[in-house]
């Protein structure tokens, strides 16, 4: 099946970098999704994104809709150990209810 | 908590053995949707369902089946299993959110080791 390219494929960083990952895809999405997964759970949304362009913040999160529509980025700022996690982007075609493409995954680790 | 529940959390079987999973979405949500996680096909799309009928389907063997039942709660029922099919199996759902399009919120996921 076909997965998002996400880069880089793993960081391990100082406690309070700035960290940033990026992901593309060979077609267009109309809806940029960014999860987290701990490990033994599921992934869980931290930011979406609906329109080409848009830059969107959750508290120490920023991420941006590409205006290609074919790719998206997430920052995270000061970083701290809970950061910890896989993040995954997912695209969505359809405006409601479409199921998710996901990135193969950025696994963030965090140095005290 | 996302409120989507899945059990069993862990399942140990052997080949050719049939399971099935089950999910219970999210209070008012109409969408079922099942995900394979593995590490070489990382998270893939399997099949959705909205509101008791099958609205999608991804990579989903024919081995593997899935229905939604009136209470709205999903099962995944996956026959003959092989070393392959190990993995992690989430279920989303999601509802309107008003904004046009609809969050998927996931489930703790259920670990499946065929061995």
């Known amino acids: 099946g076909q997965q998002l390219n996400q880069s880089p494929q793993s960081m391990f960083i100082q406690e309070g970098e700035d960290v940033s990952m990026n992901c593309t895809s060979s077609?267009?999405?109309?809806?940029w999704l960014w999860y987290k997964q701990d490990p033994g759970e599921g992934p869980v949304l931290l930011i979406a994104l609906y329109k080409a362009g848009e830059l969107t913040s959750n508290g120490r999160l920023t991420a941006q809709f590409g205006i290609t529509r074919k790719d998206s980025f997430l920052n995270i700022s000061a970083s701290i150990p809970s950061d910890v996690g896989i993040y995954f982007c997912a695209g969505q075609l359809g405006s409601s209810g479409d199921k998710l493409t996901f990135g193969t995954g950025t696994r963030l680790a965090v140095r005290p | 908590d996302s409120g989507v529940t899945q059990t069993p959390k862990h399942l140990i079987t052997a080949t050719g053995q049939r399971v099935t999973l089950r999910c219970s979405p999210r209070?008012?949500?109409?969408?079922v949707y099942w995900y394979q996680q593995s590490l070489d096909q990382g998270l893939q799309f399997l099949i959705q369902?909205?509101?008791?009928?099958?609205?999608a389907k991804g990579n989903i063997l024919e081995r593997f089946s899935a229905q939604q039942f009136p209470d709205l709660h999903s099962e995944l029922n996956l026959s003959s299993l092989e070393l392959g099919d190990s993995a992690l199996y989430f279920c989303?759902?999601?509802?309107?959110?008003?904004?046009?399009?609809?969050?998927?919120?996931f489930g703790p996921g259920t670990r499946l080791t065929v061995l």
């Open positions: 209070s008012g949500d109409l969408s």
């Open positions: 989303a759902s999601s509802g309107v959110s008003g904004i046009g399009t609809d969050t998927q919120y």
């Open positions: 369902y909205y509101n008791g009928e099958e609205r």
């Open positions: 077609s267009i999405f109309n809806t």
